[in-house]
């Protein structure tokens, strides 16, 4: 994985906020021909570097994300937009428009989705 980073030439894309470095870090393509997709492993790997500007994908804010378009339908997407992140991202912004929450960045938000995931959504 860290020789797969290394050759994306990540410092300037993430200085540049480049949302499209999420997917280019997610797919790993590996020696035997195997290839691997590292989705949420890339979200938050961008995040750690520019919290405020990537939004990060796991499963709790996934369904999260899936609960509130069904019950308030803050914005219509389908489920498999949420595994493409510049369509994510938008989500996530339009999530956080609706409920009025333009003070908060990505990272705020993150803090909230999650925590309502492990707390809603938990299989434990």
């Known amino acids: 994985m860290a020789s797969h980073i290394l050759g994306l030439n990540v410092d300037d894309r ?3 906020s480049d949302e499209t470095l999420v997917m280019d870090i997610a ?3 590996f020696p ?3 290839v691997r997709n590292f989705y949420s492993f ?6 750690r570097h520019k919290p405020a500007d990537y939004p990060i994908y796991d499963s709790y804010v996934d369904s999260v994300l899936r609960y509130f378009r069904d019950v308030d339908g803050f914005y ?8 493409d992140y510049p369509l994510f991202r938008r989500i996530v912004s339009e999530f956080r428009d609706f ?3 333009g003070e908060y960045d990505f990272k705020k938000i993150d803090m909230y989705l999650r925590r309502l995931g492990k707390e809603k ?3 434990m």
């Open 99 to 101: 409920y009025g929450l």
């Open 42 to 47: 890339a979200t938050k790997y961008c995040s």
């Open 76 to 83: 219509e997407f389908k489920s498999q937009d949420l595994k």
């Open 14 to 16: 993430l200085k540049k």
């Open 121 to 123: 959504f938990s299989k």
């Open 32 to 34: 035997n021909g195997q």
């Open 27 to 29: 797919r790993v393509t």
